[in-house]
């Protein structure tokens, strides 16, 4: 039964992902090899707009998805009035860390677990 715990335990550590707003270039050529459909993006526009979007559409004049907030929105911006734009992508060094760290942390809590039951079923 212990063995089964902790390997969902393990598994389920590892599919923790800890992310980061990323930016990036925003020239067209640039967007379109950096991008993936599904992104959560931030654009920030030069008239000050910021949308905070999913990625639906990439072509070669504007970006179109919705808003991350409500889907049923759609948005679209023109690549010409992009002044900045952040994606968010996995930390594969802080994914590490919390998977490193959470099982340094569960490990030890299992076995004190484990020999806390085995003393008190005796």
Do not use: W
């Not at 949308?51 to 690549?79: F, Q, Y």
């Not at 996995?90 to 076995?111: E, F, H, Q, S, Y």
């Amino acid at each position: 039964m212990h063995s089964k715990l902790t390997v969902i335990l393990i598994a389920g550590i590892s599919l923790v992902g800890c992310t980061t707003m990323r930016p990036i270039e925003t020239g067209q050529a640039n967007l379109i090899e950096q991008l993936e459909v599904g992104d959560h993006l931030i654009v920030y526009e030069k008239s000050g707009r910021i949308v905070d979007m999913t990625l639906a559409v990439i072509d070669d004049d504007s970006l179109e998805g919705t808003l991350a907030d409500n889907s049923l929105v759609p948005v679209e911006v023109d690549i010409n009035d992009i002044k900045k734009i952040e994606v968010e992508k996995i930390d594969g060094v802080k994914t590490t860390l919390a998977v490193v760290g959470g099982t340094i942390i569960i490990l030890p809590l299992m076995l004190i677990a484990a020999m806390s039951g085995a003393m008190f079923s005796q």
